[in-house]
């Protein structure tokens, strides 16, 4: 009897290490931490991108804004081709047939977004103040975008703790400086 026990211990050790090793082979095969740091990177000028959009006139120096246009302007351009590595262009009958491979067919929404913030980035100095408004608005909704389809890619579908799953308050700057209580005030010197 202790022999069968142990025989079937042994094979249900063995079959959680075959399934372990098939996760980390599948993982490994969509290069799932390649994509996590690429959507990052992809992240960090989208959102610096939102920010420059979403300043008020002067308070950053035109040389400064520009600087950090350029600067995303060169980045998005890279991030969208090496996104080329992982999210290949549908094909779709003849579209784009003349172009080399990579190129053919429609391009994925995940790295339209990152080419709506390469042209904002390219266009919004030259623009006038109603072109700059609208183009933080798409700016926004990039990013937004872009967010929620890399979460799909490489996000948790949940969270590894309840406290973290729970909903927020919101983040009202005015609200919590209101409840800052004033024995804080005399003591945060």
Same mark, same amino acid.
């Given at each position: 009897?202790?022999?069968?026990?142990?025989?079937?211990?042994?094979?249900?050790?063995?079959?959680?290490?075959?399934?372990?090793?098939?996760?980390?082979?599948?993982?490994?095969? %969509?290069?799932?931490?390649?994509?996590?740091?690429?959507?990052?990177?992809?992240?960090?000028? %989208?959102?610096?991108?939102? +920010?420059?959009?979403?300043?008020?006139?002067?308070?950053?120096?035109?040389?400064?804004?520009?600087?950090?246009?350029?600067?995303?302007?060169?980045?998005?351009?890279?991030?969208?081709?090496?996104?080329?590595?992982?999210?290949?262009?549908?094909?779709?009958?003849?579209?784009?047939?003349?172009?080399?491979?990579?190129?053919?067919?429609?391009?994925?929404?995940?790295?339209?977004?990152?080419?709506?913030?390469?042209?904002?980035?390219?266009?919004?100095?030259?623009?006038?103040?109603?072109?700059? +408004?609208?183009?933080?608005?798409?700016?926004?909704?990039?990013?937004?975008?872009?967010?929620?389809?890399?979460?799909?890619?490489?996000?948790?579908?949940?969270?590894?703790?309840?406290?973290?799953?729970?909903?927020?308050?919101?983040?009202?700057?005015?609200? %919590?400086?209101?409840?800052?209580?004033?024995?804080?005030?005399?003591?945060?010197?």
């Amino acid at each position: 009897m202790w022999e069968f026990f142990a025989a079937v211990v042994s094979a249900f050790v063995a079959l959680i290490g075959i399934l372990v090793a098939w996760r980390k082979a599948r993982e490994s095969a %969509l290069r799932k931490e390649d994509v996590h740091s690429w959507s990052n990177d992809v992240i960090r000028n %989208l959102q610096s991108l939102v +920010l420059v959009c979403q300043r008020p006139n002067g308070s950053l120096s035109p040389d400064a804004e520009r600087a950090k246009l350029l600067d995303i302007f060169f980045e998005t351009s890279v991030l969208a081709e090496q996104g080329r590595l992982f999210f290949r262009n549908e094909v779709i009958g003849t579209y784009g047939k003349d172009k080399p491979e990579a190129y053919r067919g429609k391009r994925p929404e995940i790295l339209d977004q990152v080419l709506v913030a390469h042209a904002i980035a390219g266009a919004f100095a030259g623009a006038d103040d109603a072109g700059r +408004l609208r183009m933080g608005c798409v700016a926004v909704d990039a990013a937004r975008r872009f967010v929620s389809l890399a979460q799909k890619e490489v996000g948790r579908s949940r969270t590894a703790s309840a406290e973290t799953r729970k909903g927020g308050t919101g983040t009202s700057l005015e609200m %919590l400086m209101q409840s800052v209580a004033l024995e804080r005030l005399d003591t945060a010197t």
